[in-house]
């Protein structure tokens, strides 16, 4: 299906652990994907209940290639895990080495330009939405888990503060647990 894509096509949960994916039964990238992202295909996280492995991600980023875009398929299923939230979904990120510029870049401006809306979203220039979440790195050790059950230690993990929407501030309060 890879050869079928072009520029600016998205493939979601490309991060998976499954058969079918980016890594075959090599260490090497699939061919196909390699001349996709050439050709302009754009990977994106997705991470749900069965779509995102550390392994892979870890693979991947020894092979050169790096998430486009970071999102999640979350739903009430994955919420208490492996998923939790956009925010944790991007600390599991950070754990297996994109940068702190990287990760929000993937989950902001990234997301906007795939969608043609660069420019308008995902940036703080004057006369854009400017919505945005304000995050914290809270630092306290947390044990990440991915859809395969597999775990990596973080010392930290980005927590969401508060939102501006439209101008208004509205603080996020916090789960009782």
Do not use: C, Y
Not at 16 to 32: A, C, N, R, V, Y
Not at 92 to 100: D, N
Not at 129 to 155: H, K, M, N, Q, Y
Request: aromatic share 2%.
């Amino acid at each position: 299906m890879l050869d079928l894509l072009g520029p600016g096509d998205i493939v979601t949960h490309a991060f998976h652990g499954k058969p079918g994916g980016l890594f075959p039964d090599t260490e090497e990238p699939l061919p196909q994907a390699l001349a996709a992202l050439r050709r302009g295909v754009r990977l994106d996280v997705g991470h749900g209940s069965a779509s995102f492995a550390f392994d892979t991600m870890e693979r991947a980023l020894a092979a050169g290639i790096r998430p486009h875009t970071i999102s999640t398929d979350i739903h009430r299923e994955n919420v208490p895990g492996p998923v939790h939230s956009l925010t944790t979904t991007m600390t599991k990120l950070l754990a297996v080495g994109l940068t702190l510029n990287e990760t929000v870049r993937a989950t902001t401006s990234a997301p906007a330009e795939s969608l043609g809306l660069a420019g308008e979203l995902g940036t703080l220039d004057a006369g854009s939405a400017a919505d945005l979440t304000v995050l914290d790195r809270v630092g306290s050790t947390i044990e990440l888990v991915d859809a395969e059950g597999a775990t990596r230690t973080s010392p930290w993990l980005l927590a969401p503060v508060a939102a501006i929407r439209a101008g208004v501030v509205h603080a996020i309060r916090k789960a009782s647990t």
